[in-house]
T-cell receptor
């Protein structure tokens, strides 16, 4: 079974621009979660989607948003990029119902200049 | 929110040595996972272990939910075991999942 895939793997953007990251979960998984990893803050939860609905949200500004499609693929968007948004963005998928074990993708490394 | 503390923060071993990594958490959990982050950043699942004991080759893990801690044991360490080990927990039950991560333990295994 194929794992979680994320595109693109690397991205360089300029401050003020916006960016969209994509995540395809493991086949059959209906829950997709997003995390941000930075050297200073570590790994932090952004949000979780299940069946196209946001079920949980972390403590991030409204510039961070996401959505999930009917095939469970998910995208996250960051608008008005700031230098501090430079990070590794990780996506995870799980069945989302009776078991919650999460499986992570390889990540998208975003650099904001 | 729930607090997760991992210790020690750094660990240096000689190849072949054994080690124990600890994770303490501040509340009851529905999910506890151990991950190894590879040099490219991907989190590799080691164990899904909200309670009990599991073993996978040279690695084993034990979670004592009533005392709010989990241990990851690495036996006969190899240089390929080097990297950062994370413990992550989710205290919620029901219709959501949100992992809270510890700061990680950096393991260096020397040949």
């Amino acid at each position: 079974k194929a794992g979680v895939t994320q595109t693109p793997r690397y991205l360089i953007k300029t401050r003020g621009q916006q960016v969209t990251l994509s995540c395809s979960p493991i086949s059959g998984h209906r829950s997709v979660s997003w995390y941000q990893q930075t050297p200073g803050q570590g790994l932090q939860f952004l949000f979780e989607y299940f069946s196209e609905t946001q079920r949980n949200k972390g403590n991030f500004p409204g510039r961070f948003s996401g959505r999930q499609f009917s095939n469970s693929r998910s995208e996250m968007n960051v608008s008005t990029l700031e230098l501090g948004d430079s990070a590794l963005y990780l996506c995870a998928s799980s069945l989302g119902l009776t078991t919650y074990e999460q499986y992570f993708g390889p990540g998208t490394r975003l650099t904001v200049t | 929110g729930i607090q997760v503390e991992q210790s020690p923060p750094d660990l240096i071993l000689q190849e072949g040595a054994n080690s124990t990594l600890r994770c303490n958490f501040s509340d009851s959990v529905n999910n506890l996972q151990w991950f190894h982050q590879n040099p490219w950043g991907q989190l590799i699942n080691l164990f899904y272990i909200p309670s009990g004991t599991k073993q996978n080759g040279r690695l084993s893990a034990t979670t004592v939910a009533t005392e709010r801690y989990s241990l990851l044991y690495i036996s006969s360490s190899q240089t390929t075991d080097s990297g950062v080990y994370f413990c992550a927990v989710d205290p919620y039950t029901g219709a959501n999942s949100k992992l809270t991560f510890g700061k990680g333990i950096t393991l260096s295994v020397r040949p």
